[in-house]
């Protein structure tokens, strides 16, 4: 039975580590690193995250690309919630990581405070081989991780 | 033709065992924030479709006797002059058709934007 259900989780990991849709929050400059990466250039496609998506419905990977102010932490918080499940989240520069040059009232110090986050890439921006490490990162720890799934016990 | 059939049938029961294991495996859970419309994380400024004149169904299907009509109109004038005489006159059944119910849209006031 242990058999059975470490290697459910593990099959489930790999399908999902494999098949990231992503939806990309791009608020500032490290954009341009982002698309770089996502397009032909870097090719994220090539690691099994090609898929852009423009609503959360579709979406298990989160990108938050750039400065989070505090006027946006509410809209964040909307679009992770309206993601489906399971979800990951990328704080993808120093301003998402922790506020970077923004050490000010305006500015969200950190995602974290706002939405859970699996991966940080420091850089600022981060180059798209950043990007893409971290996206290698996050599929070692999907691999790892404790499967979500709809007939799951809960609690035991 | 096997192997088409053999690749029609593999890859459709693929598909088809995707979306169940989709279905099978995937979390479903709901909550207030995530049943909302998404409006890029804002919140929703309308709550529903608003109504709009009913004029606007009327124009699309006025727009349809026309687009009939145009599209039965250019492959016939491409053969037109193998049909002949022949030709001329089912088209010319065609368009009288058409002439009744466009006599009934104009009759009905259907051109008369503001009434």
């Not at chain 1, 992770?80 to 301003?95: D, F, H, L």
């Not at chain 1, 720890?141 to 799934?149: E, L, P, R, S, T």
């Not at chain 2, 049943?35 to 009327?58: A, H, M, N, Q, W």
């Not at chain 2, 016939?76 to 002439?99: C, D, S």
Request: glycine share 8%; hydrophobic share 50%.
């Amino acid at each position: 039975m242990g058999f059975l259900t470490t290697t459910f989780n593990s099959l489930l990991g790999w399908a999902r580590k494999y098949s990231l849709f992503h939806y990309p929050f791009v608020t500032a400059c490290c954009g341009m690193e982002y698309m770089s990466a996502a397009c032909a250039h870097f090719d994220i496609d090539r690691f099994g995250a090609g898929w852009t998506r423009f609503s959360p419905r579709q979406a298990d990977m989160l990108l938050v690309v750039g400065t989070i102010t505090q006027k946006q932490a509410p809209v964040l918080r909307t679009v992770y919630e309206q993601m489906t499940e399971p979800k990951w989240v990328m704080a993808i520069g120093a301003c998402a990581v922790s506020g970077g040059i923004y050490d000010n009232y305006a500015v969200v110090q950190g995602v974290e405070a706002v939405i859970p986050v699996d991966v940080f890439i420091p850089g600022c921006p981060p180059r798209p081989e950043t990007i893409l490490d971290a996206l290698l990162k996050l599929q070692d720890k999907i691999q790892k991780q404790d499967q979500d799934w709809r007939w799951k016990r809960r609690g035991s | 033709m096997t192997e088409v059939l053999v690749v029609f049938a593999l890859f459709g029961a693929l598909g088809a065992a995707l979306v169940f294991l989709n279905a099978l495996l995937g979390p479903r859970r709901h909550s207030p924030v995530k049943d909302t419309p998404f409006e890029c994380g804002s919140p929703p400024l309308e709550r529903e479709i608003k109504p709009f004149p009913v004029k606007f169904y009327l124009v699309a299907f006025l727009f349809l006797v026309f687009d009939i009509e145009i599209v039965f109109f250019f492959p016939w004038a491409v053969v037109f002059r193998e049909l002949g005489p022949a030709g001329l006159a089912v088209m010319g059944a065609f368009v009288f058709v058409l002439a009744v119910g466009f006599a009934y849209a104009w009759k009905k006031g259907a051109f008369q934007w503001d009434s």
